[in-house]
């Protein structure tokens, strides 16, 4: 079992869409957690961490769910511009990464 | 953006040869890593250095070494390339361990594709 899983995707959907993605993780003992965002053929770059309340950034919401050890990401009012791949991180003494899930936002 | 960079960006090798990727950065950061991307897998990491001259291992080093002389460069080479090592190479850098708290990012370069015949 990988220690950090998602969906591949691609997840489709147009403009305006609510879209959430989900990422399990396997080492309870995790500490932190974060989402990445990484456009084709480019180098990923840190989206937002992922706090135990919850936190919010613009049309980004992002929830830790310790218990059920995933985490979500959600995205309100798609944006064709939101088209990208967005991986789950998880801190357990280093950095795992999952494999990505693909969005691609459609006119 | 982090002042990262790393070269070549690009590179087509023969099963057996030796390969060395380089990566400079600007920031002065402690951390440095090497990892690899390949489909269906997230990114792994290799090396990394947390100090000139200090270096370990990541989940995947087997065929790889890194050297690292100067704060700002971070070698890594493959002593004989194999087809296996056909990879996109990200570097990145951190200021203190990356992930251990909140907001403490790490930045990444612009990568390398390295396809070994």
């Known amino acids: 079992r990988k220690e950090v899983e998602q969906d591949p995707g691609p997840f489709n959907v147009p403009e305006g869409a609510t879209v959430a993605f989900n990422c399990t993780y396997s080492?309870?003992?995790?500490?932190?957690f974060f989402w990445y965002r990484q456009d084709c053929r480019k180098e990923p770059k840190l989206l937002m961490s992922?706090?135990?309340s919850g936190n919010e950034d613009g049309r980004f919401t992002a929830q830790l769910n310790r218990a059920s050890q995933y985490i979500s990401l959600l995205i309100r009012d798609s944006k064709l511009s939101d088209s990208a791949t967005y991986l789950c991180?998880?801190?357990?003494?280093?950095?795992?990464f999952g494999q990505g899930t693909t969005l691609q936002v459609k006119p | 953006d982090a002042g990262i960079t790393q070269s070549p960006r690009h590179k087509v090798t023969e099963t057996g040869t030796p390969v060395t990727l380089r990566c400079h950065q600007t920031e002065n950061h402690r951390y440095m890593y090497w990892y690899r991307q390949d489909p269906g897998h997230g990114l792994r990491l290799i090396h990394y250095s947390y100090g000139v001259k200090d270096t370990d291992k990541g989940e995947v080093s087997d065929g790889y070494s890194v050297s690292r002389s100067k704060t700002e460069d971070f070698l890594l080479t493959l002593e004989s390339a194999t087809s296996s090592q056909t990879s996109v190479y990200f570097c990145?850098?951190?200021?203190?361990?990356?992930?251990?708290?909140?907001?403490?990012?790490?930045?990444f370069g612009p990568g390398t594709r390295l396809t070994v015949l």
């Open positions: 990145a850098i951190s200021d203190r361990l990356a992930g251990d708290v909140a907001n403490n990012e790490q930045f």
């Open positions: 080492n309870s003992a995790s500490q932190s």
């Open positions: 992922v706090y135990s």
């Open positions: 991180v998880v801190f357990t003494g280093k950095l795992i």
